[in-house]
């Protein structure tokens, strides 16, 4: 396992955007498939968007595709979450994971996982 940490939560207003980062240690970075998960109050975790080992392939879940965007930097150990078009809707705790396996939309598939950022989107 690798220990994640996030980055860049907070209050935003409906229609704002927000980038979260989520660093993570050691060398290896690039041997582990990205992936953010998020969990709004009363509500089980749900994928949100995933990018693969090695060349940066990426999927999302149908409520976030054409607003967010994940990305990887491999020299920087850091994965990104650039999230636009926010509304109440997204508001969360945002978690990033990282698989040793592969990138997936399951989370029992990430090995590791950080502590969560809240993202709170205001109406």
């Known amino acids: 396992q690798v220990q994640l940490v ?6 935003v207003q409906a229609g704002g955007s927000l980038r979260l980062s989520c660093q993570v240690s050691g060398r290896t970075f ?12 009363g509500k089980e975790r749900e994928f949100v968007a995933s990018i693969s080992r090695r060349f940066g392939l990426t999927d999302y879940s149908d409520s976030v595709k054409g607003r967010f965007t994940i990305a990887r930097d491999n020299a920087k150990n850091t994965v990104y979450l650039q999230m636009n078009s926010l509304n109440p809707e997204d508001t969360a705790v945002y978690y990033c994971a990282a698989s040793s396996v592969y990138a997936s939309n399951n989370q029992g598939d990430f090995d590791s996982w950080g502590r969560g950022t809240q993202v ?3 109406s």
């Open 6 to 11: 996030e980055f860049g939560g907070g209050l």
């Open 30 to 41: 690039s041997s582990y498939a990205m992936g953010w998960f998020r969990q709004a109050p």
């Open 120 to 122: 709170t989107v205001s």
